[in-house]
Every structure is written in structure tokens, then in C-alpha cells.
């Protein structure tokens, strides 16, 4: 029998969350972090109905003999280029969250998501939507693949880890004595924002090759990082050197950073971890995280998390050589813009 589709309706919600939790379920065999929360068939009813209710939501479900292939959910999004997100979202694009999406056991996953994201797909580009984004946990290696083959390539991985201390290696047998760790006051404002740029400037460097929007984003990367100084429950610290700071990790509390779908309860995340280009590979950047680690355990959380660039060739090695496990990742595929003119 061909797959049908059509939009998700109010009443398909119960069998898209069956789906879901079954997903997840499968997902934790690979990776237990991810949260078994949404093993539950309840829970994920309330993150689908959450999705469906959001602003320029589109839909898709797949069946197959009148029974449930998979179901796909996408929300077109916009981003002015002065906003603080600007540094990791485009104007306009269309994304489809991880907990947004599922194929049925015994289909085609391949087959059902190329069916489904044709559908939702070819909306997005008549519509002038030509960035599409779908963020997809790691557990399940053939629904990664079948968006591989949907020409989607990887953006963001996520990262959980335990807020344990850190396991010995060559860094931290040569702790850099001199090195010393304090939270940071309001007072060093104008020093963390030179970090955060330096991070921009990184990312702007290949073969990661984000654009650098730290220029048009200045007053809300300031007004962000104001309010993340003043919030106690943040975590963030300088590494100093002689007095001089070398390096800078940012542990945010507000859970908004990753999904709740995805990141362990109690969890904290690191939102920006560098060090100055002079200073990389001396020590600092373990040296701060072993300092961050302690304070997010005896702060109450349990779990750091964190995104990187996939093609980040200093943050990833460094991540998850120190014990931080990718769970997810969010995969982008940018349409050739001449679709909106060159048509049949
Ligand atoms: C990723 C980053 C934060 C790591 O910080 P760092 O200060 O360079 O980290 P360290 O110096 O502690 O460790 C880096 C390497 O130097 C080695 N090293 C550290 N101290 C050393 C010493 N005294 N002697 C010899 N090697 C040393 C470490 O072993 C490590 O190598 P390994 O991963 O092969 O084990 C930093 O390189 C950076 O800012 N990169 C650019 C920005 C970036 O990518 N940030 C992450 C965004 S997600």
C-alpha cells in the first residue's frame, strides 16, 4: 500500500505520542542520558500538543492502510539580525524540532522521512524558506543516516555529561598552579564580553564558518550578558593568570538552552567555554573546566550540557575528551535560492 499524508489533526496526538515515547525508549538502549521522562506516552502527548500549538507550525502525518507510518513537525521561524540568537539562527528558516518527528517499527525510515519532508518541504520553499533545520537525538544511527541522505549535514551536536570531576589526563597532571578560578562580578562585564567575542571570531573561522554577528548583535549580546551576570543561580567564571584573564566558562541555569526533551532534569548548561587564542593548549581551559565542574555539582545540578559546532576541530575533541557524551544532533540543509525563480 502507497503512504498517505496529510496534516496532523488534534486527534492523531495520542498515536503520534505512543510513537514518540516507543522512540524513545529505543534511543535510551544506545543512551541512557537522554531523558526517560518521555518514555512516557503522557509526556510526549504535552511537547507534541506544545509543537502544534506554536506559531507557524506545519505538520505532516504518514499512514499507511489507514494505520500510523510517521509524522513530521516544523515551525517557520524568523530572527532579526540584531537579536542575541542572530549568532546561531538565520533570518528566516525551518525547523523541526527533536521531539517533533518518528517513523513506525517495521517502515521504511528512510522512505517515510524522504515522504514526509517532501511534503513539509516543498511548502517551506514556495514559501520562501530555503534554510531547514531538524535536530535529531543520537541512539537511533538510521534515522540520522536517512536525513544524511535527505542532504542534510551536521550543525550542533549536544552534549550531557555528569557533573563529576574530571577523570586524570595529561592536562590535569600539569595544572597550571598559577592559574586561579573566581566567579565573576558584575564589575568584569566588559571582560566577558571580550570572550564572547573571541568566540564569535573563532566561529567565524573555517571550517566552521558561522558569520560573525557579534557586530549587529552588540546591544543584545550586552543586554544578555548584563542579566546572566546579575542571576546568582548562573554559574560563571574567569580563569586568571598572573592577574590576566585567560579564560571564561558561563554555566547557565535557565533551562532554555537545550530541549527539555533531550537534557536530563536538573541539568545545567555551559553556553560559552574559551580561552584567549594566546593561552589554548596550557592548561587553562581544564583547569577552568575541573573549577566548573565542582561548582555545578555542590550547586545542585547533577548533569552539564552543552553545544558545540560539529565541525568545530578545538571544542569537540577538547569536550569530549573530557567525558561530555553527544546525544543529539541538529542537522541543516540549505535549498539553492534560484528554486524561488527558476520553476517549470
Ligand atoms: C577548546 C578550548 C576551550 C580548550 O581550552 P584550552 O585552554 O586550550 O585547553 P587545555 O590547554 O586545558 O587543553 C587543550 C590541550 O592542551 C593540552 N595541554 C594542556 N596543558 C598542557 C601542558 N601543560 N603541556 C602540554 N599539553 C598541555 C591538553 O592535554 C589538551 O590536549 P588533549 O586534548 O590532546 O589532551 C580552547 O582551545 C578554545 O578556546 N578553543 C577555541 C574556542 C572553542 O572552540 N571553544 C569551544 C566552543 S564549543
Given at each position: 500500500m502507497p503512504l498517505t499524508l496529510r496534516p496532523i489533526e488534534d486527534a492523531d496526538v495520542p498515536a503520534l505520542a505512543a510513537l514518540l515515547a516507543a522512540r524513545r525508549r529505543e534511543e535510551r538502549v544506545a543512551l541512557?542520558?537522554?531523558?526517560?521522562?518521555?518514555?512516557?506516552v503522557a509526556a510526549c502527548e504535552g511537547v507534541l500538543r506544545g509543537h502544534l500549538a506554536e506559531a507557524r507550525c506545519d505538520s505532516v502525518v504518514a499512514e499507511r492502510d489507514g494505520w500510523l507510518a510517521g509524522f513530521l513537525i516544523g515551525h517557520r521561524r524568523h530572527t532579526s539580525v540584531?537579536?542575541?540568537e542572530a549568532q546561531y539562527e538565520p533570518p528566516t528558516q525551518a525547523s523541526m524540532p527533536g521531539s517533533g518527528h518518528g517513523v513506525a517499527a517495521g517502515e521504511d525510515v528512510e522512505a517515510v522521512y524522504a515522504a514526509m519532508y517532501a511534503y513539509l518541504g516543498e511548502q517551506w520553499a514556495d514559501g520562501g524558506y530555503f534554510e531547514h533545520r531538524i535536530t535529531m537525538p543520537l541512539g537511533t544511527p538510521a534515522s540520522v543516516e536517512a536525513w544524511f541522505h535527505l542532504g542534510f549535514g551536521s550543525l550542533y551536536t549536544f552534549c550531557v555529561r555528569e557533573s563529576t570531576p574530571l577523570e586524570a589526563s595529561r592536562a590535569t597532571q600539569h595544572l597550571d598552579a598559577t592559574i586561579e578560578v573566581q566567579r565573576t562580578t558584575p564589575s568584569e562585564r566588559a571582560e566577558v564580553l571580550r570572550f564572547q567575542d573571541e568566540s564569535g571570531r573563532w566561529h567565524r573561522?573555517?571550517?566552521?564558518?558561522?558569520?560573525?554577528m557579534e557586530r549587529q548583535a552588540a546591544a543584545a549580546i550586552s543586554e544578555y550578558t548584563t542579566g546572566a551576570l546579575s542571576d546568582e543561580s548562573n554559574g560563571i567564571f574567569l580563569a586568571r593568570r598572573n592577574g590576566v584573564a585567560v579564560a571564561l566558562n558561563m554555566l547557565m541555569?535557565?533551562?532554555?538552552?537545550?530541549s527539555s526533551f533531550t537534557q536530563p532534569e536538573g541539568s545545567i548548561y555551559l553556553y560559552e567555554g574559551i580561552t584567549s587564542p594566546e593561552a589554548r593548549g596550557t592548561g587553562a581551559g581544564t583547569a577552568i573546566l575541573a573549577h566548573t565542574l565542582d561548582w555545578a555539582r555542590e550547586a545542585g545540578h547533577p548533569y552539564v550540557t552543552l553545544h558545540y559546532a560539529t565541525p568545530n576541530p578545538s571544542g569537540g575533541p577538547f569536550w569530549r575528551g573530557h567525558g561530555f557524551v553527544p546525544v543529539e544532533v541538529t542537522l541543516q540543509r540549505r535549498l539553492d535560492e534560484r528554486l524561488a525563480w527558476a520553476k517549470p
Open positions: 541512557p542520558l537522554l531523558t526517560e521522562r518521555f518514555a512516557e540584531e537579536a542575541f573561522q573555517g571550517p566552521i564558518f558561522w558569520p560573525y541555569a535557565p533551562a532554555d538552552w537545550g
